[in-house]
């Protein structure tokens, strides 16, 4: 299974199946977790300071054998720092998130890490495939946390038309007719942060967790957009604060100021009323917390069915 696949080919796992590298909780046990069960678990940098990162990443390697990947979000303060922690660490594999990493791709390529960036459009894709890079995440609308704003079923197909490297598809999969839709619509993988979210290995709070789980289809909101970097989050007493600011036009500064530390206030304390609860539109499908190890299997096992409903639909 998978002999053929590019991204297995490429990063030397079992499935073609990465998980989203959350700040805060994308952390060694969920990491380690994941690559264990065959997929690529990445550690979620965010905004963290170097010396904790290269903590993380040394945990992970004491937890697994297999390759694992750190995402490095290009808005942080240390982005300069961390780049150079994955460099000296020889991590197998980078992606990238929030903005063009261009410029550090030459440093990383040359321990021979596989970069692997996130993008929101066929532009950055492109541009990004003439510099180097070794594949694809294409990540839709539908995602928790920063987002672009067209939908994975729209994107997708037109970064696989536009690039000649393999793509990930990534937001809005959370179960085995994803992972089937994102194969049709032209990926080599997928990568799912949410569905990770409500794992017994990923560290988040319970009550992150448990609101997660009660979750329904509309939960989720946008906040952000007035400053061009939209984020969808759990709807809640800090989104509702924060539209408010929107609405009587808040500065940037204003609001950034009011957002510092609410992810790790959810997260980490459990506070998912004035927390920032980032998780992706499939969070109203999901109503169980599983082993890493059976999300995976599960994923899988379950694109049998749907290449059945697809076979009799062809009859
Ligand atoms: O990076 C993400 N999602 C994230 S990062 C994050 S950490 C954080 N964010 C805000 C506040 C506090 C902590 C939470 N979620 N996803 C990858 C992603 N990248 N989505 C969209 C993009 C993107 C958007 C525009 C990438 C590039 C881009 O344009 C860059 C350019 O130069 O054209």
């Not at 290995?201 to 448990?210: D, L, Q, S, T």
């Not at 999901?286 to 995976?296: A, G, H, Q, W, Y």
Request: charged fraction near 20%; proline fraction near 4%.
């Amino acid at each position: 299974m998978f002999e053929k696949n590019p991204i297995c080919k490429l990063l030397n796992i079992k499935y073609p199946i990465f998980q989203g590298g959350m700040a805060w909780i994308g952390t060694a046990e969920l990491v380690s977790a994941v690559s264990n069960a065959g997929g690529l678990g990445i550690i979620g940098a965010g905004h963290m300071p170097p010396d904790i990162l290269r903590a993380e990443i040394q945990k992970a390697k004491k937890w697994t054998d297999k390759p694992f990947g750190v995402n490095i979000m290009l808005m942080s303060p240390f982005v300069k720092e961390v780049m150079q922690v994955v460099v000296d660490e020889r991590v197998a594999v980078v992606t990238t998130g929030a903005g063009n990493p261009a410029e550090y791709l030459p440093a990383l390529k040359e321990v021979g890490t596989k970069v692997i960036p996130v993008v929101a459009s066929v532009a950055l894709a492109k541009r990004l495939v003439r510099s180097g890079v070794d594949a694809v995440i294409a990540e839709g609308t539908e995602s928790g946390g920063h987002i672009g704003d067209i939908t994975t079923m729209a994107l997708v197909p037109q970064v696989v038309d536009a690039v000649d490297v393999p793509v990930i598809a990534a937001g809005g999969i959370g179960d085995s007719r994803g992972f089937a839709a994102a194969i049709a619509l032209g990926a080599s993988g997928i990568q799912m942060g949410t569905r990770f979210v409500v794992s017994e290995e990923c560290i988040a709070h319970e009550n992150y967790k448990n609101l997660v789980l009660k979750a329904k289809d509309r939960s989720t909101v946008v906040t952000g957009r007035s400053t061009g970097h939209p984020v969808r989050v759990i709807g809640n007493k800090m989104t509702r604060e924060y539209s408010e600011m929107e609405a009587r036009q808040a500065s940037t500064e204003e609001l950034e100021k009011f957002g510092a530390g609410r992810l790790n206030l959810a997260t980490h304390k459990g506070d998912v009323e004035n927390g920032s609860v980032m998780i992706g539109q499939i969070s109203g499908m999901l109503d169980e917390i599983k082993p890493v190890s059976v999300i995976i299997e599960n994923m899988v096992a379950g694109l049998v069915p749907v290449k059945d409903r697809v076979n009799d639909f062809l009859k």
